[in-house]
């Protein structure tokens, strides 16, 4: 079965701190991403990667970043935590783009900024 | 722009009923369909994902239809249980991205 784990279920930081958030998989996946998911909309998609060291803007980019230096490993960077950053995050990943492979999700990390 | 629609937003039938979930879909040009399951809190779990090419896809008592011509899919549980209730989501992969509607609330009634 394939595991996508998130380091943290639950964050509390302040505003201004730098957030990292961290994901892993280990079904060897090319195809990895980042959503948030607030209520009345939906998920929306932050960032994706297709291979190591790449990376695209997803729908909502501002204000975050991502790395990918491993295959196995993409971290969402928050520069500067902001209140409207407050969401649930959910990393998924996936075998290559058009496989027609379905999307796994890890159970995501509930990060609140005060 | 791709946009997914589902209704109803919520639903709350008594155990046992079969049910139809609506899922709606702006362009045809799509990839494939996925539905998803997400319990309170947690991640989502992919339940079926059906290709452009195909009609419908089974799993145990699910059954999820694609009409790509009319932008429709829906997601069919049959003698539901207690254990369904969840948030069911569906999403169109498009442009290599998954773009997600915003769910439909299923509360089954013991």
């Known amino acids: 079965d394939v595991k996508v784990t998130q380091s943290s279920r639950y964050l509390v930081k302040r505003t201004g701190e730098k957030v990292f958030l961290e994901c892993v998989q280990d079904m060897d996946h090319e195809n990895m991403f980042w959503y948030r998911q607030d209520p009345g909309l939906g998920l929306r998609l932050i960032y994706f990667?297709?291979?190591?060291?790449?990376?695209e803007k997803g729908d909502i980019p501002e204000g975050y970043s991502v790395s990918r230096e491993k295959k196995e490993r993409f971290s969402l960077i928050l520069e500067s935590a902001s209140t409207n950053q407050t969401s649930m995050y959910l990393c998924a990943s996936s075998t290559q783009v058009l496989d027609n492979s379905p999307l796994h999700f890890g159970n995501g990390t509930r990060l609140t900024v005060t | 722009k791709q946009e997914v629609t589902q209704i109803p937003a919520a639903l709350s039938v008594p155990e046992g009923e079969n049910l139809v979930l609506n899922c709606s879909f702006t362009d045809s040009a799509i990839y494939n369909l996925q539905w998803f399951r997400q319990d309170p809190g947690k991640g989502l779990t992919s339940l079926l994902l059906i290709q452009s090419s195909q009609r419908e896809q089974t799993s145990g008592r699910l059954n999820a239809s694609l009409d790509k011509s009319s932008g429709r899919s829906t997601l069919y549980i049959a003698a539901s249980q207690p254990g369904d209730s969840a948030t069911y989501l569906c999403a169109v992969d498009s442009s290599y991205k998954l773009i997600f509607g915003s769910g439909t609330r299923l509360l089954v009634r013991p």
């Open positions: 990667s297709y291979d190591v060291k790449m990376k």
